[in-house]
């Protein structure tokens, strides 16, 4: 299973999440349609823990 940031802004993108900002290390995404804002940590070259993974995918409503 890919657990890559990457991977996973791409996922979200495909479910209509767009880019809204970025501090630091973690990048913003929000959906207008059901008005969510998701939160994705960014440490470059690190993949994310499993957990974090899928809790960030199943707040997004993707499953």
């Known amino acids: 299973m890919n657990l890559s940031p990457t991977y996973l802004i ?3 993108e495909e479910n ?4 809204k900002r970025a501090k630091g ?28 993974f899928m809790a960030i995918m199943k707040q997004a409503g993707i499953e």
């Open 10 to 12: 791409r996922l979200l």
């Open 25 to 52: 290390s973690h990048r913003l995404y929000y959906n207008p349609i059901n008005n969510k804002t998701i939160i994705v940590p960014f440490h470059n070259g690190k993949d994310l823990k499993k957990g974090t």
């Open 16 to 19: 209509g999440y767009v880019f």
